[in-house]
Nanobody, 122 residues
Framework: QVQLVESGGGLVQAGGSLRLSCAAS????????MGWFRQAPGKEREFVAA????????NYADSVKGRFTISRDIAKNMMYLQMNSLKPEDTAVYYC???????????????WGQGTQVTVSS
C-alpha cells in the first residue's frame, strides 16, 4: 500500500523559511514524477513543483521559482520542498503527490498525502 506522509508545515512570518518533507513508502518511484501542490481556502489545488525521482528533471510554478527548491533523498525515500522568502500568499495546505500522467495536473496524480498546513503571517 502506497503512503505519502507530509510534515514540516507551520506558522512563519513573511520572509521566513520552512522545509516540508514527504515520506514515501509502499513502492519504488524510479522514473516516476513526484510533486508538490497547494490549496488555499476557496481556491483550487495548484501545482507548486515536481521532480523525476530518478533525477534530471525539475519544474516549478512561476509563482515560486527562485524561492522554492524541490529535492529528494533516494536512500531515505523522502522528498522535500525548501521554501524561502515566504509570502502571505503562500499560505495553503501543501500536498505531496506521486505518479501522474501530467506533472502539473493535479487530477492526473495517482497517490496523495494528507497535507500539511503552511501559514505565512504578514
Amino acid at each position: 500500500q502506497v503512503q505519502l506522509v507530509e510534515s514540516g508545515g507551520g506558522l512563519v512570518q513573511a520572509g521566513g523559511s520552512l522545509r516540508l518533507s514527504c515520506a514515501a513508502s509502499g513502492r519504488t518511484f524510479s522514473n516516476n514524477i513526484m510533486g508538490w501542490f497547494r490549496q488555499a481556502p476557496g481556491k483550487e489545488r495548484e501545482f507548486v513543483a515536481a521532480l523525476n525521482w530518478s533525477g534530471g528533471y525539475t519544474n516549478y510554478a512561476d509563482s515560486v521559482k527562485g524561492r522554492f527548491t524541490i529535492s529528494r533523498d533516494i536512500a531515505k525515500n523522502m522528498m522535500y520542498l525548501q521554501m524561502n522568502s515566504l509570502k502571505p500568499e503562500d499560505t495553503a495546505v501543501y500536498y505531496c503527490a506521486a505518479v501522474p500522467t501530467s506533472s502539473v495536473v493535479a487530477d492526473s496524480y495517482r497517490y496523495w498525502g494528507q497535507g500539511t498546513q503552511v501559514t505565512v503571517s504578514s
